[in-house]
């Protein structure tokens, strides 16, 4: 069973979403995360300059998420450097700037799945997932909307 909570309902949407999957034991994971998960390529190459022009507020970023115990997913990750970032040799910044997603993930025990204080833990995600949001939603409102 899994849920999507987007700010226009639809999947995956433009600008983030939140998403629960409840799986059963060793069938399916169950987790949760806050992600723009294939952004669109103009949303995608700001964030990228985002981090090489300001690495000092992406790592910022990334600090923040680590104090509260997560970090920014690696999954799909490019194995070479886009084209236009070849001069950015900082391990850090090549790791964000190769992302095709920007997620973060807290894995959920399936034994803990019934008990009363899930959506609390659920909630806690999203506040704790707040600087990578607020610093995504900054560089969103950089980008020019495409019509569709």
């Known amino acids: 069973m899994s849920a999507l909570l987007s700010n226009s309902g639809a999947k995956w949407d433009e600008s983030g979403c939140f998403y629960v999957c409840i799986g059963l034991p060793g069938v399916r994971d169950c987790y949760a995360g806050v992600a723009w998960w294939g952004p ?59 992302n095709r997603h920007f997620a973060v993930r807290m894995d959920i025990d399936p034994e803990t799945i019934t008990r009363a204080d899930l959506a609390d833990r659920l909630v806690e995600l999203a506040e704790h997932s707040r600087p990578m949001i607020d610093w995504i939603k900054k560089i969103e409102g950089t980008v020019p909307q495409t019509s569709e």
Do not use: M
């Not at 999954?75 to 190769?98: C, H, Q």
């Open 40 to 98: 669109r390529k103009e949303l995608l190459h700001a964030i990228r300059e985002a981090v090489v022009e300001k690495p000092d507020d992406y790592r910022t970023v990334v600090a923040k998420l680590k104090k509260n115990g997560l970090q920014i997913s690696d999954n799909e990750r490019l194995k070479r450097t886009p084209r236009g970032f070849e001069n950015v040799t900082d391990s850090d910044l090549l790791d964000a700037i190769r």
